[in-house]
């Protein structure tokens, strides 16, 4: 079976760009979760989603970042201005429910670097 | 609000030793346990994990107990292998409300031969 997606692995760009992270969930999984990593700061949980619909944005770092869920398979995370205190690994993650034996599947990540 | 708080890294072990990566927690409510190993260039893969106090996960060697006295989750292995270079992530659900996974730090595992 497919795990979650991501795309791209990697992306390099200027400040000021807008970036587009996309995220292909496992089939079947209601829920979809956007993480970044960063070695300062660990782990953080930016938002997560529920049948499509958002329902904690409150680890969103600030307006320039967005999300949408337009469909059950599909999911992108932008940024817009991109600044380099962005750079950091982003992780998307599936699951079927929130209980402890319906565990978080996660994709490959996406390494972005804003120069 | 939820922590977990692991073990400062890196942790350098020869292949054959045994392993201890500690781990404990802050949760309201009563929080799930799990620990997620991260290869380099991947994601995170679920390697254990532990729904309710004195429950026991294992996988692949690794062994957890999930001990509410002492709000911890420590991570076991009793003869590491160069393969289990990683890093190792703790992490716990509340079950309270918030559905998203509250992840320690992370601890670097080196294993050399």
């Known amino acids: 079976d497919a795990g979650v997606i991501q795309s791209p692995r990697h992306e390099v760009t200027e400040m000021g760009q807008e970036v587009t992270l996309r995220c292909k969930p496992i089939s079947g999984h209601d829920y979809l979760f956007w993480y970044r990593q960063t070695m300062m700061r660990g782990l953080e949980l930016l938002i997560y989603?529920?049948?499509?619909?958002?329902?904690?944005d409150s680890g969103m770092p600030e307006d320039r970042f967005s999300a949408k869920m337009p469909n059950a398979s599909f999911s992108t995370l932008k940024i817009q201005p991109s600044e380099p205190r962005d750079s950091a690994v982003y992780f998307c993650a599936s699951s079927s429910g929130v209980r402890g034996n319906q565990p978080q599947h996660f994709g490959d990540g996406t390494r972005l670097s804003i120069l | 609000g939820n922590s977990v708080t692991q073990m400062e890294g890196p942790v350098t072990l020869s292949e054959e030793a045994f392993l201890t990566i500690n781990c404990t927690y802050t949760?309201?409510?009563?929080?799930?346990l799990f620990w997620y190993v991260q290869y380099p260039g991947e994601g995170l893969q679920l390697l254990l994990k532990a729904t309710k106090a004195d429950d026991k996960g294992s996988n692949k060697g690794f062994e957890a107990t999930y001990r509410k006295e002492t709000t911890s989750f420590h991570l076991e292995k009793g003869s590491v292998q160069v393969s289990d270079s990683a890093v190792y992530f703790c992490a716990l659900h509340s079950g309270g409300g918030a559905d998203g996974l509250t992840f320690g730090k992370g601890t670097h595992l080196i294993i050399q031969p």
């Open positions: 989603f529920n049948n499509n619909v958002p329902i904690d």
């Open positions: 949760a309201t409510g009563y929080p799930s």
